[in-house]
Nanobody, 114 residues
Framework: QVQLVESGGGLVQPGGSLRLSCAAS????????MGWYRQAPGKQRELVAS???????NYADSVKGRFTISRDGAKNMVLLQMNSLKPDDTAVYYC????????WGQGTQVTVSS
């Protein structure tokens, strides 16, 4: 079983930056892919970025060039650096780990507003 704890959300002005962190614990050896998803009010949850065990990375078109996903293997963490934030990036961001079981974190709110 895998546990995920996110941190780093908050309120930021348009054009600003935030960094989200996701700490994984438990059966981390079973994780094949980790990613960040987001869900805005009234919208479906969507993939933001993902990174595989082998290091392959995938981004949603809407965040390419602005967001960067990375891993800190020593700390069993996945990071999402978000730059040039826009009001449309406002959502609850969820960390996800895919392996034997699909695991979600509790979510962290990101609000981009002036």
């Amino acid at each position: 079983q895998v546990q995920l704890v996110e941190s780093g959300g908050g309120l930021v002005q348009p054009g600003g930056s935030l960094r989200l962190s996701c700490a994984a614990s438990g059966s981390i050896f079973s994780i094949n892919v980790m990613g960040w998803y987001r869900q805005a009010p009234g919208k479906q949850r969507e993939l933001v970025a993902s990174i595989t065990r082998g290091g392959s990375i995938n981004y949603a078109d809407s965040v390419k060039g602005r967001f960067t996903i990375s891993r800190d293997g020593a700390k069993n963490m996945v990071l999402l650096q978000m730059n040039s934030l826009k009001p449309d990036d406002t959502a609850v961001y969820y960390c996800n780990a895919q392996g034997v079981i699909n695991t979600w974190g509790q979510g962290t709110q990101v609000t981009v507003s002036s």
